[in-house]
């Protein structure tokens, strides 16, 4: 950011990761706090689930939900990432992947298999 070289001094970590398998839940959260020499210290935090799950006649359904938050003294960023893969049949796949907060993105994929050795990936965003 605005040009400068980051001096950094120290960098803290904590993470936890539990998995639910009662729910088919799965648990993480992460934080992290950056120390500069020459910049306001920085921290990161993070909360994600993730599940499968069936839905009607669509089986292992992969859901994923990530809220974040990056910020220092001048510079805040936050949002949540969404993702969603929906299984057809044995070999593709229906994804969607999308970021809103404050950078707002949104993508939905196909992806197929032709055969053993070849497979395609359709993408817009």
Request: no cysteine; aromatic share 16%; charged share 20%.
């Amino acid at each position: 950011r605005n040009g400068y070289s980051y001096r950094n001094k120290e960098m803290y970590t904590v993470t936890f990761n539990q998995n639910l398998p009662d729910f088919g839940l799965s648990f993480y959260l992460n934080y992290s706090r950056r120390t500069y020499w020459n910049q306001p210290d920085e921290d990161n935090y993070s909360l994600s689930l993730a599940k499968n799950f069936d839905l009607g006649r669509f089986k292992n359904l992969s859901l994923s939900l990530t809220g974040y938050r990056n910020q220092s003294e001048d510079y805040k960023d936050e949002g949540v990432y969404v993702s969603l893969s929906i299984p057809l049949g044995n070999t593709d796949s229906l994804n969607y992947s999308g970021t809103l907060g404050s950078h707002n993105s949104h993508r939905v994929g196909y992806y197929g298999r032709i055969d053993e050795a070849n497979n395609y990936q359709l993408n817009v965003g």
